[in-house]
């Protein structure tokens, strides 16, 4: 795993990115499917999803943090799972789309740097405008095209892995 300097405070970086992201992102499609916050794991050593593995997570004291955005579906259930580690740079962490099959199976789809979100329960972002480009990338950072084959992370696009949902 390739090492980067450790963030010194993801506030700043987070906020520039999200206004830079956010006025550059055209407004989605309504057919396009947004994924809702799920949960955040603080200080973990250890994902409960098992979407990371620990050497990923245990890279200081007090492990990392992941935050998940969820897409249900008929089509099936999709998790977006982004850790910030020391492999983050300033506005960029590493992040995976991953299908939750039966039993709990986790595939891999997409494994890449994407923009660091604002996940509404970090208390750093409770002054941040409800309205505008912003907000809209804080509320809901993954989309899914409408024919399952994007995802959408702001500006970034990734197609999506083998098995598409």
Known sequence: MR???????????????????????????AADAAFAYKTTYRNVEHDPDKVWADDALADGPGGATIHEYELRSAKGDLLVSQVWNDDC???????????????????????????????????????????????????HPFLLSADGKTLVNGDFKFEVGAGKP
């Open 3 to 29: 090492r980067r300097p450790p963030m010194r405070n993801h506030a700043i970086p987070l906020l520039a990115a999200a206004f830079l992201t956010a006025g550059a992102v055209a407004p989605a499609c």
């Open 89 to 139: 740079s300033s506005s960029t962490c590493p992040t995976r789309l991953v299908r939750v099959g039966p039993g709990g199976r986790r595939t891999v789809l997409v494994d890449d740097m994407m923009h660091q979100v604002i996940p509404p329960d970090d208390p750093r972002f409770a002054g941040l405008s409800k309205t505008g480009p912003a907000a809209a990338f804080a509320e």
